[in-house]
């Protein structure tokens, strides 16, 4: 991979955004060769077919970007259940309370190897997951499902072993949604969600899955678009400095990837404004921002953070950090050597033994001699 050292592509390396259809739109070509962006993500609008999804990726890595360039994040959000952008002959999971209940690290790591496994098929080589938040609300509107268990000792164990699955696969892994957000009542695709818990009160619940993750050298953790006025009254965490700096970075001493949450989301748009959440992010800690992609590539947001580089808003050398952090996760997990043969994707999809694990996991039955006393994952 190159060195780079031009302000616009160094800023580029900082941006995952979608797009719409099943092969690479002109303006999102355009964008991966004037910007050098990041990476991309995948959702429902993108997927065809299991072989369509590998030429994407095909696309996406030999054809759009320059050979010069770092290799693109071909992202996705995959964790079971109602996250699941994939369709068949991909293994269909249940949500991730299933696998709470039957408390198997061990089935957690082979949970995480097989959805792997079937992502890197495709050329996918990041995935969101898992989520490691504690579910202390039930009536969360949004997690409902999506979390292993109330216990957060429990969350941080199944949360290490699907990360470890996951990584050892191939795939960068990504905990989400620091620092917690399994006791919010509002949902922040649609609004701002507040919570008022004390340094203390995270630190004995929803922080401990995270300690864990951290420990088991997991890729990425993202940011939650939560204002928690006991760390920060004016910003939630993916826009606060008083949140990711003392916190993440330097209590917790976690040295890796932090990513963003959707940045269109209107908990930030509404209340903030996208290009000075943009600046925001970036300057409070977060690494890579990540866009759906709704309203195109966000060419303005980028804009921003080189003008705040400019203006010594933000520092160079913060940049160049966050760039170098991208660049060292991606010569593990996204480097290829050649385009994926789509002729063989199937082979690596559905299988006997995939469907078997995802059947016990629906059933929330535990496989014989599954644990043998062994946690450390």
């Known amino acids: ?6 302000l616009k592509t160094l800023v580029g390396q900082l941006f995952i955004v979608g797009f719409d259809g099943f092969s690479v739109p002109q303006e999102f070509k355009k964008a991966i060769q004037e910007y050098k962006l990041g990476g991309t993500i995948y959702f429902k609008r993108n997927v065809q077919s299991s072989t369509q999804l590998a030429e994407l990726s095909n696309e996406l890595q030999f054809s759009c970007r320059n050979p010069s360039s770092p290799f693109l994040f071909v992202s996705i959000d995959h964790e079971g259940g109602k996250v699941d952008r994939l369709i068949k002959p991909f293994t ?4 991730s309370e299933n696998l709470g209940e039957i408390n198997s690290p061990k ?3 082979q949970f995480g190897s097989i959805i792997a496994k079937e992502l890197k098929a495709v050329g996918i080589n990041l995935n969101f997951a898992p989520v490691v938040d504690v579910n202390t609300n039930p009536n969360n509107p949004v997690m409902k499902e999506r979390m292993f268990s109330s216990d957060p000792e429990i969350c941080g164990k199944l949360g290490s072993a699907i990360c470890r699955g996951i990584q050892k696969m191939g795939v960068a892994s990504v905990a989400k949604h620091f620092p917690g957000h399994g006791d919010t009542k509002v949902d ?5 969600p507040r919570i008022d818990k004390s340094l203390e009160e995270l630190d004995k619940v929803e922080l401990i899955p995270f300690k864990r ?3 088991s050298r997991v890729e990425g953790i993202m940011t939650a678009h939560i204002l928690n006025a006991a760390l920060d009254p004016d910003y939630p965490a993916t826009l606060s400095e008083k949140t990711i700096q003392p916190l993440l970075r330097q209590s917790m001493r976690y040295s890796k990837l932090i990513f963003s949450d959707d940045m269109e989301m209107k908990a930030i748009t509404d209340h903030y404004g996208a290009d ?3 600046v925001l992010a970036v300057k409070a800690g977060c690494d890579v921002l990540i866009y759906r992609g709704d309203k195109g590539v966000p060419v303005s947001s980028m804009e921003s953070i080189i003008k705040a580089v400019e203006s010594k808003k933000i520092s160079k050398a913060q940049i160049e950090a966050s760039v170098e952090r991208v660049l060292n996760c991606k010569k593990v997990y996204a480097f290829q050597k050649e385009a994926i043969d789509v002729k063989q994707v199937d082979q690596f999809i559905g299988l006997p033994e995939h469907l078997k694990l995802a059947e016990m996991i629906i059933n929330k039955e535990k496989a014989p001699d599954t644990d043998s006393g062994n946690t450390d994952f």
């Open 1 to 6: 991979m190159s060195q780079i050292q031009d």
């Open 92 to 95: 269909k999971f249940p949500g």
């Open 107 to 109: 089935m957690g790591f």
């Open 188 to 192: 922040s695709h649609f609004d701002l």
């Open 213 to 215: 993750m951290v420990r």
């Open 276 to 278: 000075e959440a943009a």
